[in-house]
């Protein structure tokens, strides 16, 4: 194997395995700054090591182990740390001996790490930033790309989190049912952003980063067992497990993207899509008025029970999106639903609300705003004006086969 061969193995074992790491070192230093220098100290020493030793059978464990005794001696340095040294050394010869056993309770650990990445002492910005850096695994520069602001800004950001959380000493165990409460709205915000970042990636070279969006469904999943009564839950799992059926069919054989139109729907895993109807009808059946994650699983419901994309309800969809925009405000909301509307009464139409759209400050630099134009005008026959419009877009995202995919469009106006 060569060095570049093995730097990439090694990049994909952080990939899989540095969220539960993290997690499980949050869990015994109770720190979450610590527990990302040790998980990025065991990187280190991978890097270091595996050139020579060869990638070890289990790779997590390995460097679980490697984390854990730079705990011990980093505790041994530090006074102030002696009661958390005192507990951790005490296990310290299982810990040597046990390496197989190093990674345990990993779902407990995560979904730990996602309430105290959602505490209530952060802003909104801050918890979406953490999550992404500890529970995603992102690059300081990916979050940045992803935010539409510097790497300074987002390292800065990350820096007096982590501190914030040690200035009011955060309880790291999972929260008790009245402060799960008061955090699940959180919860169900960062889990669908990591869902979203592996349904379709930032930045980077992959179209998809299915791990992630796999994770956030088995969060998910934990969450609906924790609070198993409340209808967003259920809805959010809906909404992912119906958009996660459509995986395999979202490349081509060469890896291509194919738009959700173009998708071969007999590839749709209709596993996942059953399992998202049943979540959305035991939400729906608790009552009351449809929140944002159930609307958006009755509008995944919409394309899932589609057998092919002409008997798609988009009538039904845009009155969804309708619904969607006046509950959340989001101008996104709207540029999905113009979508809508544009399938259901075509692009005249649509184009209409685009250009108003257009207008919002928030949109200036969303790429898929170009794209929906480009896209309209296309169908319009305006070619020249789409061609524009794709190209706009395509300088506006940072993923690379999504930028290909939108050149390819331009090429063909």
Request: glycine share 6%.
């Amino acid at each position: 194997m060569t060095d570049s061969d093995l730097h990439r193995s090694v990049e994909a074992v952080w990939r899989l395995e540095s969220t539960k790491l993290v997690a499980a070192l949050v869990r015994i230093t109770r720190d979450v700054g610590l527990a990302e220098d040790l998980a990025q100290d065991a990187l280190e020493a991978a890097l270091s090591q595996w050139p020579e030793s060869g990638i070890p059978d289990n790779p997590a464990a390995w460097l679980m182990a490697v984390a854990k005794r730079r705990a011990i001696d980093g505790f041994r340095r530090r006074e102030r740390q002696d009661r958390a040294y005192g507990a951790l050394a005490e296990g310290q010869e299982d810990v040597v001996a046990g390496i197989e056993t190093a990674v345990d309770h990993v779902e407990d650990d995560v979904l730990r790490l996602m309430f105290i990445c959602c505490h209530p002492v952060l802003g909104d910005d801050a918890r979406r930033t953490l999550t992404l850096r500890l529970v995603a695994g992102l690059t300081t520069s990916e979050i940045a790309r992803s935010f539409l602001t510097s790497e300074a800004t987002i390292g800065a950001r990350i820096t007096r989190a982590k501190k914030t959380l040690a200035d009011v000493d955060a309880p790291t165990e999972e929260p008790a049912d009245n402060e799960r409460a008061e955090r699940l709205e959180a919860v169900l915000a960062v889990i669908y952003l990591l869902f979203n970042e592996g349904y379709s990636a930032t930045a980077g070279e992959d179209w998809m980063r299915p791990a992630l969006s796999e994770e956030a469904v088995r969060l998910g999943r934990l969450l609906v067992g924790l609070v198993p009564d409340d209808p967003e839950v259920l809805g959010l799992l809906a909404l992912m497990e119906m958009q996660l059926s459509r995986t395999a069919a979202r490349t081509g054989p060469d890896g291509t993207p194919v738009l959700l139109l173009d998708q071969d729907r007999s590839r749709w895993d209709q596993l996942l899509i059953r399992r998202g109807l049943a979540a959305l009808e035991r939400a729906t059946a608790i009552g009351g008025s449809p929140g944002p994650y159930v609307l958006q699983g009755e509008i995944a419901a919409c394309h899932a029970r589609a057998r092919a994309a002409e008997d798609t309800e988009w009538a039904r969809i845009a009155s969804l999106y309708e619904s969607l925009a006046a509950i959340t405000g989001s101008a996104v909301v709207e540029l999905n639903r113009a979508v809508a509307v544009s399938m259901a009464h075509g692009p005249d139409v649509a184009l209409s609300l685009i250009d108003q759209l257009a207008e919002l400050p928030e949109l200036s630099s969303y790429h898929l705003l170009p794209s929906v134009r480009g896209d309209l005008l296309a169908k319009l026959g305006r070619s020249e004006e789409a061609r524009v419009e794709f190209e706009r877009a395509a300088s506006l995202t940072q993923n690379e086969q999504e930028r290909a995919l939108l050149l390819a469009r331009a090429a063909d106006c």
